[in-house]
């Protein structure tokens, strides 16, 4: 991936998820790419149904 494509995609996460409030339910999380754009104030469910994509992080 070419780093143009890179910020876009961080872009779109940002846009997307830094206006969410409260219990936040994320389905097919996969390895937690979202989580570092996520806001510290909600309150986070992730769910991932793929074992091979599934890792836990703190």
Do not use: F, H, W
Request: hydrophobic share 35%.
């Amino acid at each position: 991936m070419s780093n143009n494509q890179s910020s876009i995609i961080q872009r779109i996460r940002i846009d997307t998820v830094s206006s969410l409030s409260g219990t936040v339910l994320e389905i097919g999380a996969g390895n937690g790419d979202n989580l570092p754009y996520l806001p510290k104030s909600i309150s986070l469910i992730a769910l991932e149904p793929d074992k091979r994509r599934c890792t836990i992080r703190d």
